[in-house]
């Protein structure tokens, strides 16, 4: 049971003055002081201007004004978001002591609302992994048991949000990095449509997949916080119109007669029997619930991974290219010439899993390679995007694990980085093909958190929240 009510029911207790906005982020500053030592989910804290900002809303209350949808409320961003009041990092050396010059829209969103950013979380560097193990500021460990990983790259804030730090945290998913440390840790994870929110003022990783979403303990304030921070946005060329609707306007028959179909490759060689089970057993629910459920196939899901894993870091060489040595933060020192500065900087300042991926990305693109590398994988990706559209012709939702495995233990897969990134294989085609998902609890297998992947056809946000409502009800 959480210590923390609603998002909605904490704001309303800080509007009719039954608590503050500062009792609200001083209690989420202890449990993160009582708390994270074991866990390592937060990297640096926003202290001061936090309480500044509760001191505010405090006066507003007292004023009469309008203090926002979220007023007082605390919460967790990832460290690669651009916040004030904290150094942002993206937990790499390269960014070590970087001061945002601005803050990101989704923050300034939050924020415009009367929410309140207490810290920052911890994250593979630059987003790169499933398990937190590549931050360069030490592994986070999974709430439920400390041997194990709590995901990544967003493990920070699922860790967070589930060992009950603030009422729920901000995380980005580029290929699962939402859903599988959400399910790791036991928390709803919410994967927008592509280009729903605004991913300026959010460190890049891959710009053609990156997306923001919110780790909650409930699907209500999942839909909450996407009301808030979705929508178009002139620092964004990518975004899209949000839904007319309020995403907590859920529809009422979002099941019964609905059809979903259960991915069959998702179900394959490698999926633990305690995963699979807890899934189907979910999915069962789902049909007593009155949805019309039988099985799928989707042929080029078995080539995602690959794909993935050329068009990503083919994004990501291009993106980390900005980090020089020469324009803001780590800069190598005695270095003889521009060259030799950037090469001694990159060295020094990127790890091993930023380099492995720079190195891949830059290969597939270099001259020679284009073609059978990028320019193949570009085409499958086509093709995905195609059976997903055409699956979504005939059903309403795809369903599935989000993960083959319960979290892993610490140092299982790090000296392996193709069985780390085979972790990958359930998230990263609805990533490629833009679509909204949804991680939500449904199970145990060895003592540790299942989750059940919902999916849905592009702009369909509201739709999938309303059938993870119910899902939530009825599990």
Wanted: charged share 25%; with cysteine.
């Amino acid at each position: 049971m959480s210590i923390w009510p609603s998002i909605n029911d904490i704001a309303k207790d800080v509007k009719s003055g039954k608590t503050t906005a500062l009792e609200q982020v001083e209690k989420s500053l202890k449990q993160i002081a009582d708390k994270d030592a074991d866990f390592n989910s937060v990297l640096w804290l926003c202290e001061e201007r936090a309480k500044q900002r509760a001191n505010e809303i405090d006066q507003k209350v007292n004023n009469g004004e309008e203090p926002g949808r979220l007023a007082g409320v605390p919460f967790i961003a990832k460290d690669n978001y651009l916040v004030f009041g904290a150094q942002t990092t993206a937990a790499s050396n390269m960014l070590k002591g970087f001061e945002a010059p601005y803050q990101s829209t989704a923050i300034e969103k939050l924020e415009a609302e009367g929410a309140i950013c207490v810290a920052k979380a911890n994250l593979d560097a630059f987003a790169h992994g499933g398990s937190t193990e590549n931050s360069d500021f030490g592994v986070t460990k999974n709430p439920h048991d400390k041997t194990r990983v709590a995901g990544g790259s967003s493990g920070g804030s699922a860790a967070a949000v589930a060992l009950d730090l603030a009422p729920f945290a901000m995380g980005s998913d580029t290929g699962g990095s939402i859903r599988q440390p959400a399910s790791f840790c036991g928390i709803v994870g919410y994967k927008p449509t592509y280009g729903l929110v605004s991913r300026s003022g959010v460190v890049a990783m891959a710009s053609s997949t990156d997306v923001l979403g919110p780790l909650t303990r409930s699907v209500e304030d999942s839909a909450l916080l996407l009301d808030v921070v979705s929508g178009k946005d002139s620092l964004d060329g990518t975004t899209i119109d949000r839904d007319e609707k309020s995403y907590l306007d859920f529809d009422e028959d979002s099941v019964k007669g609905k059809k979903i179909g259960i991915i069959k490759e998702y179900f394959g060689e490698g999926v633990d029997e305690g995963v699979e089970s807890s899934v189907r057993e979910a999915i069962k629910k789902l049909e007593d619930a009155g949805a019309k459920v039988e099985e799928i196939s989707l042929p080029s899901l078995p080539l995602a991974l690959a794909v993935y894993y050329v068009v990503v870091p083919a994004e990501l060489s291009s993106n980390l290219s900005r980090h020089d040595g020469q324009r803001y933060q780590y800069s190598a020192l005695g270095s003889n010439s521009l060259d030799e500065s950037y090469e001694n900087s990159r060295t020094q300042g990127f790890g091993m899993e930023a380099k492995r991926r720079i190195m891949i990305g830059t290969h597939v693109l270099s001259s020679g390679y284009y073609d059978a590398y990028y320019k193949k994988a570009q085409t499958v990706r086509t093709k995905l995007i195609n059976e997903f559209k055409q699956a979504f012709e005939e059903y309403d939702f795809l369903v599935g694990p989000v993960i083959p495995t319960v979290a892993f233990k610490i140092g299982e897969l790090n000296q392996h980085p193709l069985s780390m990134y085979l972790q990958d294989i359930m998230t990263v085609a609805v990533s490629l093909a833009g679509l909204p998902a949804v991680s939500l609890p449904c199970g145990e297998s060895e003592g540790m958190p299942v989750g059940l992947q919902i999916i849905a056809g592009q702009k369909k946000d509201r739709q999938l929240l309303s059938i993870s409502k119910v899902f939530e009800e009825i599990n």
